[in-house]
């Protein structure tokens, strides 16, 4: 079964800096791959997704994420932080032939630092 | 209408009392999904519809739980005879088509049975 793995629980990082968010997948073929943003109380904000193309993908609020097929890995970046960006972020998979599922990881809670 | 709008918020249920969860899709979204997020982990799907169909409910944990779509707009998710672990966000998304990235998430309904 495939599965998403987001090996840091919380991130803190001052801001201004620079922010790299991890994600790793199981699964035998190139799924569809995603990342959320998930605020409190609130639902889930697709920042970026990855069908195929160009390994680098381009997403709001200046976050960018970067496929590595041999590392079935999909990180997630952002150049310089801002205090706005301190949230929980989900990275997803949704292999094509499960349809329309996305599997989630756990999650990784940013916090930011003035 | 504008988002996906789930109600009630926020419900507290008496263990054993049963639940209606509702979800209001986009306007002319095809697809309705129901996630269901536990306290500290990434959501998990529980069951899809494509208009007034329910095509996958693979992951509905119990016989206790329903969800329908009568008229392929609205849907309701009713949890019977409500337990501790049914204690979750529920969260419900849309989708213009049957694929998975053109989900809509909504601020999700807080469950908590005590």
């Known amino acids: 079964a495939q599965s998403v793995t987001q090996p840091d629980i919380h991130i803190t990082v001052s801001e201004g800096a620079s922010l790299e968010l991890r994600c790793n997948y199981s699964?035998?073929?190139?799924?569809?791959l995603f990342w959320y943003v998930q605020s409190p109380g609130q639902g889930l904000q697709l920042l970026l997704k990855?069908?195929?193309?160009?390994?680098l993908v381009q997403g709001i609020k200046g976050f960018e994420a970067e496929f590595k097929r041999s590392q079935s890995s999909f990180n997630l970046r952002k150049p310089s932080v801002h205090w706005s960006d301190a949230a929980e972020y989900f990275c997803?998979?949704?292999?094509?032939?499960?349809?329309?599922?996305?599997?989630f990881g756990a999650g990784t809670i940013l916090r930011v630092k003035s | 209408g504008a988002g996906v709008s789930q109600s009630p918020r926020y419900k507290v249920a008496k263990r054993g009392q049963d639940v209606a969860l509702r979800c209001d899709p986009i306007?002319?979204?095809?697809?309705l999904f129901w996630y269901q997020q536990a306290l500290g982990q990434g959501p998990e799907f529980l069951t899809y519809?494509?208009?007034?169909?329910?095509?996958?409910k693979s992951g509905l944990p119990s016989d206790r739980f329903f969800a329908e779509r009568p008229e392929g707009s609205v849907s309701t998710l009713k949890i019977q005879r409500t337990q501790q672990e049914d204690s979750a966000v529920y969260l419900c998304?849309?989708?213009?088509?049957?694929?998975?990235?053109?989900?809509?998430f909504g601020s999700g309904t807080r469950l908590t049975v005590v």
């Open positions: 990855y069908f195929s193309g160009d390994t």
């Open positions: 306007s002319g979204h095809v697809s």
């Open positions: 997803a998979v949704g292999p094509p032939e499960y349809g329309n599922k996305l599997v």
């Open positions: 519809f494509q208009n007034e169909a329910q095509l996958d």
């Open positions: 998304a849309s989708s213009p088509t049957g694929q998975a990235y053109g989900y809509t």
């Open positions: 699964y035998g073929a190139t799924p569809y």
